[in-house]
């Protein structure tokens, strides 16, 4: 009991820091593309939420994520007035290693959920694969699909669906072995989120497609 | 009933009004981006029943407006094959404020009524407010992402979504005290119309997140 | 009995094709946009199953096409692991005209058996018709958007959603009158295939919105 609710507030706030780590990643984006206060608020929402919004809808799931919590949708509208005001006061940049820890570990945890949403609806392993994808990266894709750029996670050579599909198959092994609990979403966040920080320490690269890959 | 009749030809009159304001917005784009006639009606299909289409599929609602008013797939239709005669003949372009009425007018009818449709599903406020939003505002974003460009509700430093913001906790507020029925959407329509109107009169601008607004 | 055995091979082998063309089609593109691996195997996927995907969501159709045929997402894998093998030893292209072919009769089956399945979901007739062609056409539209391209189908002037449409009616004229089986099926995929082959041997064009067409 004591564990479970240890186990829980831990979730809980990988969950929270991940989320916050997705929406910022849309206000920066936003911002780099020169948008206003309304298409920051946007952007950040899509990045924060897309990715789950998209396995809901593809799994047929309701209320969204966010409906529940709607709390949320509140938090994400204070990143962009805090971010707004941020930016307004010139401050410098803050350093960029939470930030990355908190995307790997949020990915981590998005992706080990969606691919076990899929398995209790149903799907085929390939199908709950593709949802953790989903979950973990369509966010990023909504957000540079609405700035109008060619998605990052397809194009910049640096693993991280990757780590998702990989962490994906550990939590449907452990599912498999074990029962789709605590020790599934422990291997693939653990998975996702090693083989993502691992990838940025040693500069490992997605090939490319052509004969010179940059 | 005789003035339920005339509030019903009035919304109804806004309604197509709103549509092919939203629908022309489409074709305009379309033009610019050198689309051909299929590019124009897929263009200004998206632009006309984009929103309401995005808000239904995240509500689970259906069948969507354009299935149960089939005749409007048909008007937009027309309104592509007169858009190319017109354009074909080398008329002069039309005055730009009917448009602008029709459109502030539409957008906070559709705001107002698919913050409406979220209040009877039984959605948080803040929910509420964004189905608005994106009932009258997503249809513009699908138009400017086909034609490969940076939404301009998103860049434009213009109130847009602000307005329907504003207008959908307007149409909450009277909802709460007052049931939502008829009072609760004039206001609505009310305040997201009168709100672009004024804003476009006086030149309002949506602040930018650097530090040196445009 | 033996002769609906036939047609039900048949169907299958336009089936697999048109499903390999449109996946092709996306890995081609993702080659030029130098993306990496990972891109290429999402843009692929989008191209293979987008369109059926979206009209499946705007009818509330469940499972997904993919999801009860998983076969099929190993099959997309592989045909990105073997291109990119096929790039890497950077052999001659193959000749277009066989992918031209597929294409051509895998859109007139997407498109004929969408609109058959909005017909058996009872919607009108246009909308059966566009879901016809949302089913043989946006598999594309998404492939382009996630490329950051203006849709090829929107600007290229070339006929492919025009002979999807005429083929959507088609099917519904030999549905009206004989129910919507095999000779529906079989007329819909013969005016849409047959109008796209002969649109590209005579070269012919959809009229641009300007008044010099290029």
Known sequence: MNANLTVGALLS???IAGTLAFALSGFIEATRKRMDIVGAAAVTFFAAFGG????????????FFWVTHSGYVWAVLALVVLGWLWMRAARPSPPAW?????????????????????WDAGQPAIVCALMGVVTGVFGGVMRDVLCNEVPAVFSDHRPYAVCAFVGAWAFLAVAV???PGWSALAAGIAVTAGLRLLALARGWKVPGLGRTPP
């Open 52 to 63: 789950g919004t998209l396995r809901d809808l593809l799994l047929d799931r309701r209320p």
């Open 98 to 118: 939470p930030m990355l820890w908190a995307d790997a570990f949020g990915m981590g945890l998005f992706s080990a959920a969606g691919t076990g949403m899929a």
């Open 13 to 15: 706030g990988i969950e």
């Open 177 to 179: 072995a074990d029962g």
